[in-house]
């Protein structure tokens, strides 16, 4: 039984010259490891709105807001942090995690607790994206970021698919109504747009 208080004794000891190992939180602030999985946030430079952080997000914390009565029209991903239980799904499988910053990453934050719910960024946070709509059934295909990243992924590839090059086009500025005109002349308007994937067959299978 001595060497157990022996031990004891030598821990007190150590406090009282060392000081506590615990730090003086909430009075001094407290810095998390690096790789502390705290609240997660959307980056507006790379999210790119594809919305496979919603699909394995467990909680159901992440939505997804499609407004295609805006001018222009809008996806908004919006993460609610009273339902987000930090599993790191959403970090996972992000498109865009390789990128710098990727689409959503955790960070050090950990203090949730808010006392006003209209303050939105104690509650949640969001990234918006412009969505590409089908130039013919107006159907909502994906945002023009995710259309853009794809067009990046399958390099000249991208070019046997006229959605993807002209989506990625349109962003660049390339795309003009001139363009379109030029495409109807040549009797081939109803393929050279942006389509979904039901209008491109219609356009394909039509003879």
Request: aromatic share 8%; net charge neutral.
């Amino acid at each position: 039984m001595k060497k157990p208080k022996l031990r004891e004794l030598k821990e007190a000891i150590k406090a009282v010259i060392k000081g506590p190992y615990t730090n003086m939180y909430p009075f001094k602030p407290h810095i998390p490891h690096k790789r502390f999985r705290g609240m997660v946030e959307f980056s507006d430079e790379n999210c790119i709105g594809c919305t496979a952080c919603k699909f394995v997000c467990p909680s159901g914390a992440i939505e997804v807001k499609d407004d295609i009565g805006q001018d222009p029209p809008e996806r908004k991903m919006v993460i609610n942090y009273d339902m987000c239980n930090f599993c790191g799904n959403c970090t996972l499988w992000c498109s865009t995690k390789d990128e710098d910053p990727p689409g959503i990453s955790h960070t050090t934050k950990f203090e949730s607790a808010y006392l006003d719910r209209s303050d939105r960024h104690a509650v949640s946070d969001s990234s918006e994206n412009e969505l590409a709509l089908c130039e013919s059934c107006s159907d909502i295909i994906s945002t023009y970021s995710h259309l853009r990243w794809i067009a990046r992924k399958l390099d000249t590839l991208a070019y046997s698919s006229p959605t993807v090059y002209l989506a990625d086009l349109k962003m660049l500025g390339v795309v003009t109504e001139d363009l379109v005109e030029a495409a109807k002349e040549l009797g081939r308007s109803d393929r050279i747009k942006i389509l979904c994937a039901s209008c491109r067959r219609k356009t394909t299978l039509e003879k």
